[in-house]
């Protein structure tokens, strides 16, 4: 088939995609880890090609809406309309398709739906994998994994990550057979460059890692004219430390032109920092343009930023397209807004927007509206754009090579702090760069910054490591889900063997998979020792029961001794003469220090023995009591390491012990607890009079019980190596679980001796809200809050559940609420996550985020029917933020809806939906 499969397409395939293939063809799923651009969706499309060859269906999962129509209109092309379906949050189109595109969520909502759209699916290709590392959607991609049905076929298409072999390794503990297939080599071999003032020079001084074709791991020397480059910059930056500042020496510093007595120095000095100061960005254009090595993505992380270097570019009055290229430009630039307003147009700055596009130059980041960024994306894709401003999120996901990719800086924002960037981000920026098919080669360029260090950006450009990091967590929705679809023990035996699990042990997963088996076979045993005469189950845990409490007995006994002979160490004084029962200090001794460091720490007591050795005692040295039998005097002033002193102690000790009677009597062990002996005898007179104890072949029957007995004491053990290890996921699973049970989400099983759960009524309401504070919002769903709100107050009081602001949209004036209701509304909703925090608390569970009210007066707004013209200035949103927020409260209110079945609150609900599905958000939604 992979001959016939190879067949349609125009090139020959690498060797890591064909070894995928016949992978998949053999039956087996496979971890694909190259790098971006290699090619690797050619493996997901190998197992599209063989499901439709088998009869079978396949599920092509993408992480965000815009790859997944992507996928499928590239899949209709091939296949045809009518084979293919398409499922995202908002769309669904011919969703009984063998063949369905879909957001990894969805997949995940089936699972715990069990849907009949599963039956028959035999391939799921999961593209871009390493997503799972996403700190707020990661745990769907495991979810899944571990979900889908072991007959199933992953396919698994990954970037090319560090740990790839952990990853497949884990992979292989949940899936099965699951083959690795790693390829670092670059189609478009990658040239690493920096450019100092508006001069580009090569990062390495013979040849980059990255530039190598066959992946090898080659160490390239840094070019040394750019450590000529730091060393200049740094010794200018010496003297100028060392000139004195203006007539004191302190104060403002001489520029020229009559500033001071230093003024022509300090000029020639600033024309000579200036040469390494970051170029504009018209003169990094036209330096690119110049080296050939447009299109170009040029990395700023931050959206202002890039919205402000078109402004710049714009001012200069540079232009990169012809003619012919400005009518392809605007016929795309009609297309993707045909469906805006002329009033939603001026409002959103189109003419702007339009006239940067015409010129070849676009910004691209997730401010933007969906419709100007798909716009960007078919026009760059096209050659139509030559240089795209943009954020690090176009790093992941959409298609968009280019011939070279520019780093203003290699440090930013990550939410808290501004931290350099990881070898890890530099290789997902870079690999951007070179096209395939197109360019023979690809640039990354970084521009110069003062107190750079080019060794620092070499070592950046040599580290290809992007190491996948479980983001996993249990969430209150996930476990009535799971609760629900295969009870609380199965549950957490599941989440034992996630990815995060895997990462904190690599072990757990395989000791909760031999759990699984030993449970099993132990059924298998159980089976054979039934007996006719009675329950030998019982009859067998009886005589286990015995076994078990004389072994406790004896246990008692010797702990007894141990808490006795820890007393008497603990009242030991300087002096005391002791009997050591065993050891190399077996014999009588004197104490010479009690050494008793504090209550908390055991004793270790200096003696003298016999031997006139001095040594330091544990209390291991004592499995019986020690008996004090005398006494004697020890000099305050007594060293161990005078020989004179230790002479003198010795005698003194030996003399003593001539006065002592040298067979004191021995500690008698101490006798069976009553409390056992009792339990025993009662233990032994059941199974006396249980019937299988006459039963012929009652030892036959024991010997296959014992093995099922065996096999439980195992999983006991490895269930307390498991406590003992990290375990962290199923811990947090069964606070999760306590505290949905305190608040009556779940409930003990009627008749389950092991305190399994069920899903309540309330469980089930929630088990259909995805959301962070989903507990919130069911509480309030049960508690009547949202009841009675108008569509628009609806909408702006679920907005506090799920909006959180960026920090650029912190303004001076405090957020409110629209109207006096949704206050009231807000309160109760603020009490309700107070209670829930305070229990949260109480089972140590990390607590929710606040509600926020940021986009609450834009949500009710909107739904009324405000214009957008109105609402935009107001929010303080861009564009592209206002439609995506507007989206997911949409979503959650279709949650809400159905969580709230049937009600008054349901309707509502559906109202929002006609109220928000309008205008530019409407036109998204359908884009």
């Known amino acids: 088939m992979l001959t016939e499969f190879s067949a349609v397409y125009g090139f020959e395939f690498d060797d890591f995609q064909r070894e995928s293939c016949a992978h998949i063809e053999a039956g087996a799923g496979v971890l694909v880890a190259a790098p971006t651009g290699a090619g690797k969706t050619i493996a997901g499309e190998f197992a599209v090609f063989m499901a439709v060859q088998t009869g079978r269906k396949a599920f092509y999962t993408t992480p965000i809406k815009a790859l997944s129509n992507q996928k499928y209109n590239d899949l209709v092309l091939r296949y045809g309309i009518d084979k293919i379906g398409l499922l995202t949050g908002d769309t669904s189109i011919n969703s009984d398709a063998p063949i369905v595109v879909m957001t990894t969520e969805v997949l995940r909502n089936m699972i715990y739906a069990n849907s009949p759209t599963l039956v028959g699916l035999g391939y799921v290709v999961m593209d871009e994998v390493h997503y799972l590392a996403d700190r707020f959607r990661g745990s769907v991609w495991e979810e899944v994994i571990i979900g889908l049905a072991e007959s199933v076929v992953l396919v698994a298409l990954s970037a090319t990550v560090s740990n790839a072999e952990e990853f497949g390794e884990w992979l292989a503990e949940v899936r099965g057979r699951i083959e690795i297939v790693v390829s670092e080599r670059r189609p478009v071999p990658l040239f690493q460059h920096v450019l100092v003032g508006r001069r580009l020079h090569d990062l390495f001084d013979d040849v980059a890692p990255t530039a190598v074709l066959d992946g090898s791991k080659v160490r390239g020397d840094v070019n040394p004219a750019l450590l000529r480059v730091a060393k200049e910059e740094s010794r200018g930056v010496r003297d100028d430390a060392r000139r004195p500042r203006g007539r004191s020496g302190r104060g403002k510093r001489a520029h020229g032109h009559g500033s001071g007595s230093y003024g022509g120095a300090a000029h020639s000095d600033h024309r000579e920092r200036s040469r390494y100061r970051p170029p504009s960005r018209a003169d990094v254009i036209e330096t690119l343009d110049r080296a050939d090595l447009l299109p170009a993505i040029v990395f700023i992380f931050s959206r202002v930023g890039c919205d402000a270097a078109v402004g710049q570019v714009l001012g200069s009055g540079i232009r990169l397209t012809n003619a012919s290229e400005r009518a392809e430009i605007s016929a795309i630039a009609e297309k993707h807004v045909a469906g805006l307003s002329a009033a939603d147009r001026e409002a959103l700055d189109y003419d702007s927007f339009l006239e940067a596009l015409l010129r070849g130059i676009a910004s691209h980041h997730a401010g933007m509206l969906p419709a100007f960024k798909e716009c960007v994306e078919e026009c760059f894709v096209n050659n139509l754009i030559k240089v795209v401003f943009a954020t690090e999120t176009l790093a992941l996901g959409i298609n968009m090579p ?96 996630s990815f995060a699990q895997f990462q904190s042990d690599k072990s757990v997963v395989g000791l909760a998979r031999g759990m699984a088996r030993n449970t099993d076979q132990a059924a298998r045993f159980w089976k054979q020792a039934e007996c006719d005469r009675g329950d030998f189950e019982a009859y067998a845990r009886l005589r286990a029961a015995i076994s078990e409490t004389e072994t406790e007995a004896a246990k008692s006994r010797k702990a007894d001794k141990r808490a006795e002979a820890l007393d008497v160490l603990l009242k030991l004084d300087a002096g005391d003469i002791i009997h050591v029962p065993t050891g190399k200090s077996q014999g009588w001794a004197v104490v010479i220090d009690p050494g008793i460091r504090s209550a908390n720490t055991e004793p270790h007591p200096l003696v003298m023995g016999e031997d006139r050795q001095t040594r330091r005692l544990t209390l291991t040295d004592f499995p019986t009591p020690a008996r004090v039998v005398g006494k004697m005097r020890i000099p305050k002033k007594f060293h161990v390491k005078d020989a004179h002193a230790r002479r003198s102690l010795f005698a003194a000790f030996t003399s003593r012990l001539a006065d002592i009677d040298r067979n004191p009597e021995r500690w008698r062990p101490g006798a069976v607890d009553e409390e056992l002996a009792a339990r025993i005898a009662e233990l032994r ?153 305070l229990v949260e608390r109480d089972f140590r569970i990390e607590r929710g985020p606040d509600p926020d009210v940021g986009f609450a007066r834009a949500a009710h707004a909107w739904t009324a029917g405000r214009p957008l013209a109105e609402i935009l200035p107001e ?41 928000m599905l309008r205008g530019v958000v409407a036109f998204a939604a359908e884009s």
């Not at 009870?487 to 063997?497: F, I, K």
């Not at 929010?875 to 959650?892: E, H, I, M, P």
């Open 685 to 837: 007179h059941e199974l006396q009079h249980h019937p299988c104890h006459r039963c012929p072949d009652r030892e036959a029957h024991a010997r296959a019980a014992e093995k099922a007995l065996r096999l439980e004491r195992e999983n006991r053990q490895i269930e307390t190596r498991m406590q003992k290890r990290t375990n962290t996921i199923a811990l947090e699973f069964d606070k999760i679980c306590q505290v949905l049970e305190s608040m009556g989400y779940l409930a003990a099983r009627a008749g389950s001796p092991d305190h399994d759960l069920r899903v309540t009524d309330a469980g089930r309401m929630l088990s259909r809200i995805y959301a962070e504070l989903d507990l919130v919002a069911a509480e309030c769903i049960r508690r009547g809050v949202f009841d009675g709100l108008t569509a628009p107050q609806l909408a702006a009081v679920l907005s506090t559940l799920i909006y959180e602001a960026r920090r650029s949209e912190f303004g001076a004036k405090p957020p409110r609420m629209p109207d006096a209701t949704t206050e009231q509304a807000l309160k109760e909703v603020r009490a309700i996550h107070r209670e829930v925090s």
């Open 402 to 497: 280019a011939r070279s990719v520019v780093l203003e800086k290699l440090v930013k924002f990550n939410g808290e702090i501004h931290a350099d960037i990881t070898p890890g981000e530099y290789t997902q920026l870079t690999g951007r760069a070179g096209r395939r098919g197109i360019d023979t080669e690809g640039h990354a360029v970084v521009l110069w910054q003062p107190g750079m260090d080019p060794r620092a950006v070499a070592g950046l450009a040599s580290k290809r490591t992007y190491p996948l990091k479980s983001s996993f967590a249990p969430t209150y929705n996930m476990a009535v889900n799971l609760v629900g679809a295969v009870g609380r023990e199965r549950a957490r035996s599941l989440l034992e063997q």
């Open 875 to 915: 929010s303080g949103l861009t564009a592209g933020d206002f439609v995506r927020w507007v989206r997911q409260v949409l979503d959650f209110a279709d949650q809400i809806g159905k969580a709230a079945a049937d009600t008054e609150l349901s309707l509502t609900c559906r109202e929002i939906r006609r109220g």
